[in-house]
T-cell receptor, first 114, second 109 residues
Framework: ETGVTQTPRHLVMGMTNKKSLKCEQH?????MYWYKQSAKKPLELMFV???????ENNSVPSRFSPECPNSSHLFLHLHTLQPEDSALYLC?????????????FGPGTRLTVL | GENVEQHPSTLSVQEGDSAVIKCTYS??????FPWYKQELGKGPQLIID?????GEKKDQRIAVTLNKTAKHFSLHITETQPEDSAVYFC????????FGAGTTVTVRA
């Protein structure tokens, strides 16, 4: 609907697993973002990529590893996560970053860490 | 960095009544203020935004006001309908978006 797709939509993993989240945007944007959304809390910006270059790492633990092979695709590689990492992970894109550009969000991946 | 406070956290209104959500921000350098609506199972979607050189903006039943001196901005929804039930987020942009914690709006039929 928004031009930003995320897979999988739901993911359950153990603390020793390795998994990856995928995001793809069909809007011709140059900036992509990962956010963490927990209940009753503001969206937390995790990473920003602008023209495939990482421009923001908001003190995210190293068990989260982003990858941006091109301006249309963004991955979040997960390993040895903790139960408190369970949340909705949202991907977004915009024309460029930084700047007052509208961000378009995907539907998110609901992650549960057991 | 920017800090955005949003109130109330929950809001229940009768269908046809108005709903108002208020946000304050801390960084006077912020110059872009979007509002997002998030429905169940979906990501946030932009419904209206305002920039620092404008005091008010309206789009059909939705309006946003901005007071830069006081560093607060508000969302107004008139003639609420059941489909307005959702979580609403305000945000402020200095060089990146900082979001409020959200307001869960329930429109009672």
């Amino acid at each position: 609907e928004t031009g930003v797709t995320q897979t999988p939509r739901h993911l359950v993993m153990g603390m020793t697993n390795k998994k990856s989240l995928k995001c793809e945007q069909h809007l011709g944007h140059n900036a992509m973002y990962w956010y963490k959304q927990s209940a009753k809390k503001p969206l937390e910006l995790m990473f920003v990529y602008n023209f495939k270059e990482q421009t923001e790492n908001n003190s995210v633990p190293s068990r989260f590893s982003p990858e941006c092979p091109n301006s249309s695709h963004l991955f979040l590689h997960l390993h040895t996560l903790q139960p408190e990492d369970s949340a909705l992970y949202l991907c977004a894109s915009s024309q460029a970053a930084p700047g007052d550009n509208e961000q378009f969000f995907g539907p998110g991946t609901r992650l549960t860490v057991l | 960095g920017e800090n955005v406070e949003q109130h109330p956290s929950t809001l229940s209104v009768q269908e046809g009544d108005s709903a108002v959500i208020k946000c304050t921000y801390s960084d006077s350098a912020s110059n872009y203020f979007p509002w997002y609506k998030q429905e169940l199972g979906k990501g946030p979607q932009l419904i209206i935004d305002i920039r620092s050189n404008v005091g008010e903006k309206k789009d059909q039943r939705i309006a946003v006001t901005l007071n830069k001196t006081a560093k607060h901005f508000s969302l107004h929804i008139t003639e609420t309908q059941p489909e307005d039930s959702a979580v609403y987020f305000c945000a402020a942009d200095d060089y990146k978006l900082s979001f409020g914690a959200g307001t869960t709006v329930t429109v009672r039929a």
